[in-house]
């Protein structure tokens, strides 16, 4: 990834968020200073395992997003979380995979590549923004996997746990986040890169820049059909947000958002920190793990959960989900509507090839190589 890639990549991460995730954007003068001219080297799992990057740890912050601008990091959180994964590891740490490739967690995890000088692998452990530790893939899949990681706050405390199940490192991590004062850099592991291949969502940081690339080049932002076609989705509605509920909870903020349609139905949208269910008059029309995007009908640009206003002019797009959690059933339950407490079944895209990942093509839009 070169410096030329950093915005059109920092907006598909933030596409990738559904309305949550952090606000990647913010983060973005960092990445560049952090970015060299020669960028941050982008490798899939198969290559990482035939090129002997055997060890990786997945980084990325853990806590509430909107804390981050509040209290703000001295930079070098996730560098001293890696470093105290590798002295009580004792292994060499060959390179970097995001927890996240969405929202903030994306550009994290670039910056630390680059201020670690390592590799970053092509690959996350959710494959879009959600907001739960059992929603990582790690922790559907093969929960043995997950038994330690090193956690590090912006006043210079480093706290390691070992020998853990994800249920406890859960409780502690989110313990440690608390007296940390809302949020802290984490890095899951060391992992075997062999081991992540099928128990991770691959080619999603290449997806993201590549959907970044391609909403920057759309000629009229407000035509939801050209917008949809242009990312590999479908148009859900353009129009004003007519009302927005918000539900603060113990845990998560939850919302409901009503947006009449200029043709005429009313779409309303469920969301918990992402948007998560739209429907059109009542019926579900797509779920999550399928990505809902709302875009400033002006600009073009993605409005989050938390900065969506009542009037606002947008349009809502439908983008496929990670392909990883349609492949099995529990996989799927793991973050269908009935896991946010919604009781419904998940309403799902027909496959396209937007959900298709690793490819070489997704590698060299990875590096900066323009199709």
Not at 74 to 91: K, P, T
Not at 167 to 180: D, F, K, N, P, Q
Not at 279 to 308: A, F, H, M, N, W
Request: proline share 7%; net charge negative.
């Amino acid at each position: 990834m070169l410096p030329r890639d950093l915005e059109p990549f920092v907006l598909g991460a933030v596409l990738l968020g559904s309305g949550g995730g952090g606000e990647a954007s913010l983060y973005l003068p960092r990445l560049r200073a952090a970015l060299p001219a020669d960028g941050v080297e982008l490798v899939s799992l198969a290559e990482a395992a035939t090129r002997g990057l055997r060890t990786v740890v997945a980084v990325g912050m853990i806590g509430a997003t909107s804390v981050f601008t509040e209290k703000l990091p001295h930079g070098g959180e996730i560098g001293e979380a890696v470093a105290a994964a590798r002295r009580w590891s004792g292994l060499e740490i060959d390179a970097l995979i995001p927890v996240e490739a969405a929202g903030l967690n994306a550009a994290l995890a670039v910056a630390a590549a680059a201020e670690l000088s390592l590799p970053l692998v092509d690959a996350d452990l959710m494959g879009r923004a959600l907001p739960r530790f059992d929603q990582l893939s790690l922790v559907v899949e093969a929960p043995e996997l997950l038994r330690s990681a090193a956690l590090s706050e912006p006043g210079g405390q480093v706290l390691v746990i070992d020998r853990s199940s994800p249920i406890g490192l859960e409780r502690t991590v989110r313990a440690y986040v608390s007296h940390a004062g809302g949020w802290a850099a984490a890095a899951f592991g060391p992992m075997s890169t062999a081991a992540l291949q099928g128990r991770s969502c691959e080619g999603t940081l290449a997806r993201g820049l590549d959907l970044g690339r391609r909403l920057r080049s759309v000629a009229d932002p407000s035509e939801a059909a050209l917008v949809a076609t242009m990312l590999g989705g479908i148009p859900l509605a353009a129009g004003r947000v007519l009302e927005i509920e918000r539900l603060p909870t113990s845990s998560f903020a939850r919302a409901s958002v009503a947006i009449l349609d200029r043709t005429g139905p009313l779409l309303r949208i469920e969301a918990e920190n992402e948007y998560l269910v739209a429907l059109r008059d009542g019926e579900p029309v797509v779920t999550c793990p399928e990505i809902l995007v709302v875009l400033d009908r002006r600009t073009g640009q993605p409005i989050s959960v938390d900065r969506l206003r009542v009037g606002d002019d947008v349009q809502v797009v439908a983008l496929p989900g990670p392909a990883w959690w349609r492949a099995t059933p529990s996989r799927l339950e793991a973050v269908s509507p009935r896991a946010f407490g919604i009781d419904l079944p998940p309403v799902l895209l027909p496959p396209t090839a937007e959900t298709t990942v690793g490819s070489a093509r997704a590698l060299d839009l990875a590096v900066g190589t323009e199709q």
